[in-house]
């Protein structure tokens, strides 16, 4: 070999490598969810959603489409956990949109983050109103519990019209739960029942001793509960054994088949509203793809947090194809910056078919999106077994 060939063919294996590499580069999104603490109870079920969306989009680009691979961070149930996380996503492994946190209290600390960024992040479980005023590159697809909330308390009176006496209880040290239980008191004001005791826990409380001897006192007969899973997991439970019999309506922090082992049995007849039902499948293909592979990969239903995990990796990955197929170009040919805006911008630019029905993301950032439902937990007889049974 010559000196001449030798170097032509050092410079073509400098540069085609590169340039295939370029071309072929998966395009990295972060997660950035609870693997670990109390909000694992959503997370978990967040993580495998999001890897159906992977393998899915993945398979869907064929031989020579731009692949997305997923980054997944643990942020836990903190603002300091989703903090590192967002930080780590953004300036180590340079991704190029964010699925995440898992709450709205941790979205309130780290979203900050990606948008001084300029990164969209895209909400899947924050559900406490103002989530999408944070910047204009925060964005979510789980509805608002202010749309979503009140189906589930007019439910239960549609199953008990004689109800009149309302109990609300919520964690008062949590974002979404402060927000979804003003959501509550307002649809109980609106439907001219009566709100007979409001009262206050925290998130990492397990006695609940002095709030359900209110509820009792008060002679409640709707109990209405905004917290997250293990803590308003054990609320139901100890109100049940305490002997309260009236219906329940639980919020978002009660919508995951993980607070069984939480209430057991007593998690019976709790009535949840949801932005995602398993059965909607009958016109929607991209429903049915999703809970096919899901079923075969997990052996189990999806439930709303999973979907909602899985249609935020899909919205991002379906937003790079819009940046390529507009530009031209491949998404690793731009550079980080400009291809994190241009995602940002071909989120809100049309609608998307997702396991939640076909939804939009506005230019506000907030999501629109037409189904909702509500679904009865009915538990097995082994009492730590069930499912939400869809009412509405
Ligand atoms: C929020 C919620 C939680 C229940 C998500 C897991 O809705 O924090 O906004």
Known sequence: MSVLTLGLTLALAAAVPAKAENAATPVPIGLAVAQTSNAALFGLEQMDGAKIAQARHNAAMGANGTKITLIFRDTAGDEAGA??????????????????????????????????????????SNTAAGIPDIGPFVSRVSAPMSQVAPHSVRQALRLNPAISRVAVLFAHNDAYCASETATFQEAVKNMGLTTVAVKKFQTTDTDFTAQIAAVLEARADLAIISGLAADAGALVRQLRQKGYAGLIVGGNGL??????????????????????????????????????????????????????????VQVIAEAVARVE??????AGEFELSALRQAVNAALRSGPFLTPLGEIRILPSGEVEQKDVFVSRIAMNPDGRTGSFVLVA
């Open 255 to 312: 919508n995951s088949t993980n607070i069984f082992p939480v209430c057991g049995a007593q998690c019976d007849g709790i009535l949840v509203a949801q932005a995602y039902s398993p059965d909607a499948v009958a016109a929607n293909p991209a429903n049915q793809g999703f809970v096919r592979d899901f079923q075969a990969a997990y052996h189990k239903t999806p439930g709303q947090f999973s979907a909602q995990a899985y249609t935020a």
């Open 83 to 124: 903090v590192n996380a967002f930080r780590t996503l953004l300036e180590t492994d340079k991704v190029v949109a964010i699925v995440g946190p898992t709450l709205s209290q941790q979205a309130f600390a780290a979203d900050p983050l990606a948008d001084q960024a300029k990164t969209p992040v895209v909400a899947p």
């Open 325 to 330: 197929k507009e530009s031209g170009k491949k």
